[in-house]
């Protein structure tokens, strides 16, 4: 190899700001490869850190404006060789969404990987939280998650979906799986699950534990509009959606997959928006759904119980008898939905409408929704599911 | 629905600067879902816009400085509502890297999708070629793209390798498939060749027309360090990865797909770096590989044919017995690597070791080895492997 020179090695030098002191904390794990920041204090700080000499003012801002990090934007100082740095927190556990304001101009860090949010491509920063490991990647059986095209009629687009296939699948193969159709929010995309919410580490560790049914998960893009309509930006653009469900997707999963295409065996669960097409998917398709999982997606209010879903609900007995898993959660500081969901669940209690009902500490984000599929996944596909 | 609100769907407003007069061109298909720019014009010119009405001075610039888009920076017009706009070109089609440089500061541009390249998330367009569309997601069946976690003792970590799976893989589970093991190149990741190679769609055109063996084709990153040892940024980094494939990839691979596990039905290629590492490991290891390729990846230089790599190519008979294909490739206006390679197969020529050796028009980029991959997979793993 001495006398052959394979130039592609030395094709470039990156400039990912590594420096020769290693200061206090840990790079976080969303980083890419060798990037030293941001980086996170053993107290939940978080140190943020680029070089830009020309410009003229540098801030972190959170995704939203306000999330786990904080409420920002927080100004970085610059350093006379044109290194500008912030210190922020100690802030949240779990992952979050982050832009640098580049002289007001909104930059992806070159030091994060990149997770799409906010309808474009978004740096994000992963904040361990030292109780909790049920979403890293343990030393157990891993499931593969498959990128699937298929054509969809609904859209007349290839579309791309993001599958599960649970530890074992390629052995077993005369098994077949339940499946759960499982959607992300508005302005985020079929990574969503995997990227920000590892949802497949999720399922392989409680699989591996043996709480939770080993089940495909199915993640596709909320946004689909019908052959011929423009798609919209941002909010908009996803008319199409349940269509795209019905016609294409159930049965594009079912002819490629092992599935038991049973209503039993398949569910539909999503969060924020997502959670909203699941409740209007699943409700309006219960011969297609028998379990439904709304996270941080829904509110009632002024609901009328008796007709809302045309009147799905209208007898709770018979609704009770045919929804095994109704399950509805919240984060308690989600200022945005915690309220309406809350009421929604009351009404549904007060029209004895079984269902679960989950609150606890958490804002509208990831961290939440990680939490709230760790607990779905240990109910549904299961007959004994709890109240 | 009406009296049930789905707040999700109301979380936020996109800035993915659309305009309501619709100008000429088409979106590249490398943007976000919805984003107008960048926007290509019929005759190859490509305007790009973004919006940022505090920054003093806004620039195009193309991967590494000049690629495809040209020699940049290029300027960008600042209007009197904040928004920058650029056109540049004709420029050459595939998919080039660039950045924005935002008073200075090379920001991705929120419009475009990222692709990891320059070790880090890049922009990148993509420009049609009228010409070919042998790596379109045209309608033809689809192999699954397979995201797949392992645990390598090399390393010591959780590594992730992208599996691409022939169409008819998950129905026909008595067929094996041979393996090519398919590298990126420098400051690239194992999502390369599928995001910004298409790997898996030219593949699934060529199956479809009968032109390439189904095959398994195995994409993990080139960069990996032994366990304790620190990973470098860039360029470095990769010492350990002919351990990682021979000791770790190789015998998972073997366990998780049906694979044709003897040397006959493994290959090796890749580009650029990769193209060396398919090189070395490759021509290490030929009772692991029968056939080698190499993408505008090596160039000879005071080659001693005799002596390089161990005197592998001593015997040139025993060679050419020994190995079916290797191939070698290189467009014929890259400036790093032509000469190199081209003295390289010159010199093998004269040694008597049978190989295919493929110039063409094209620089140091991703049309040209989308090009080297359509190539080589229609002359491996077939018997009559032609000269």
Redesign the interface.
Known sequence: ?K????????????C?G?SAQVPEGQPATSN????EYPRIHPDLRVTFQ?K?????K?EVTPG?GANGLGKGPFEMQRSPDGTWSATVGPVQPGFHYYWLL???????D?????Y?G????SSGVEVPDAALDFYD?R?VP?G????????SGTTGQ?RRVY?YTPPGY?AD?GRRYPVLYLQH???E?ERGW?AQGRANFILDNLIAAGKAEPMIVVMENG?AVKTGAV?????R??EAFGEVVIKDLIPEIDK??RTRSDREHRAIAG???????A??VGLGNLDKFASIGVF?????????VK???NGVFADAGAFNKRVPLLWIGCGTEDN??YA?SRV?HEALEKAGIRHVWSEGPGL?DWQVWRKHLHEFAQCVFKSNAKR
């Not at 580049?102 to 992806?108: H, K, Q, R, S």
């Open positions: 190899m006398k052959l020179i394979c130039l592609g090695t030395i094709l470039f030098a990156a990912l590594a890419v490869r060798g990037a680029i830009a000499p020309s410009a003229q540098v939203g580049v002289d007001g101009f909104p930059a992806n070159p030091s994060s990987e990149t799409f906010w309808g474009r491509q990647a030393e891993h593969d998650v498959r990128i699937h095209w298929y054509r290839t599958v390629d193969t929010g508005a302005g995309s995997t946004y798609s919209g930006a941002g909010g653009g996803n490629s997959y969060l924020s928006m997502g959670g909203g097409q409740l209007m941080s997606g829904a509110g009632g209010r002024n609901l009328d007709t809302a879903f945005l939905i309406g929604l509208h």
